[in-house]
């Protein structure tokens, strides 16, 4: 296995719930504890002084492991990575090379044991693990000197809305010991809450309905009850393989509370890595 945390610092295996298992930047818990609102977080992530000497340390501890584990390998990817980590992103997870990676190491291999590489090998334009990514944090970013785009969060192994982009997924984490799996008992449909001010004298749900078959598991969390009947949800994905509507995005959702069950778990982040996933 290839790992490498360059560029997720202090993420770790991690289950919450029974909503999710994968990798978790466990640093960021405190942080949460620590804002006043989201929007006090997602202020604190984007600035890098808050978390310069985590990256570096990081960065220097995962790039001396790797070259240690790699010192018998015939083939070494340290230095190369070392040389290409700013200008190519090389990881989309601490364990998931990157395609271009990927097409590195195996012309190493070809030229080691002298075979020739199919010439469609170098045109491949879609990541080789494609089902798993996350995003780079800003002040990653800002401290590394990046010259890519950050990406988004993806585990098509658990969810099946689209990749959320780098504020749904702080957002994700910021509500995670709030959020609850709720699952359809019948065919039913939520309806997208639009906000609109009250002041314009709206109907503030008047988004467009949206439905889900009996089976269908979303990850949400509670907002507040709206009647005898309703709830406000703001839901954060749905599950892959459950949900009849793949392309259902984050929003805020009136939701009919006696067509769901909500699970009772108790949530919170459980470390389940080994050594070499916490660094």
């Avoid at 289950?15 to 997602?42: C, H, R």
């Avoid at 992103?89 to 020739?116: E, G, M, V, W």
């Avoid at 009850?225 to 984050?250: C, G, L, Q």
Wanted: aromatic share 14%; proline share 4%; net charge neutral.
């Amino acid at each position: 296995m290839i790992q490498w945390n360059g560029y997720f610092p202090n993420y770790s295996n991690t289950k919450i719930g029974e909503w999710y298992q994968g990798w978790w930047p466990v640093f960021l818990d405190k942080l949460v504890t620590e804002s006043d609102d989201l929007n006090n977080f997602l202020e604190k992530v984007f600035l890098k002084e808050d978390f310069e000497q985590l990256v570096v340390s990081n960065f220097n501890e995962t790039t001396f492991r790797l070259n240690k584990n790699e010192s018998d390998c015939d083939i070494k990817l340290s230095q190369y990575i070392l040389e290409n980590y700013k200008n190519i992103r090389l990881f989309l997870t601490p364990n998931h090379p990157s395609s271009h990676l990927y097409k590195y190491l195996a012309s190493k291999i070809s030229d080691l044991i002298n075979i020739q590489l199919d010439n469609s090998f170098e045109e491949i334009d879609h990541e080789v693990q494609s089902g798993s990514s996350l995003p780079i944090l800003p002040s990653v970013k800002k401290v590394l000197n990046l010259r890519f785009p950050a990406g988004s969060f993806c585990n098509k192994f658990i969810f099946n809305s689209p990749n959320l982009s780098i504020k749904e997924y702080l957002n994700l984490i910021y509500c995670a010991k709030e959020i609850k799996k709720l699952i359809a008992k019948n065919n039913t449909r939520v309806y997208r809450i639009d906000f609109i001010p009250e002041s314009l004298g709206k109907e503030r749900f008047n988004g467009k309905p949206i439905s889900f078959q009996k089976g269908s598991r979303i990850l949400a969390k509670y907002i507040c009850r709206i009647d005898k009947m309703y709830d406000e949800y703001f839901v954060h994905a749905s599950y892959f393989d459950s949900s009849s509507n793949a392309n259902f995005y984050p929003c805020s959702v009136k939701v009919y509370r006696g067509h769901w069950i909500q699970t009772k778990e108790e949530l919170g982040p459980e470390v389940l890595g080994d050594e070499n996933t916490n660094i």
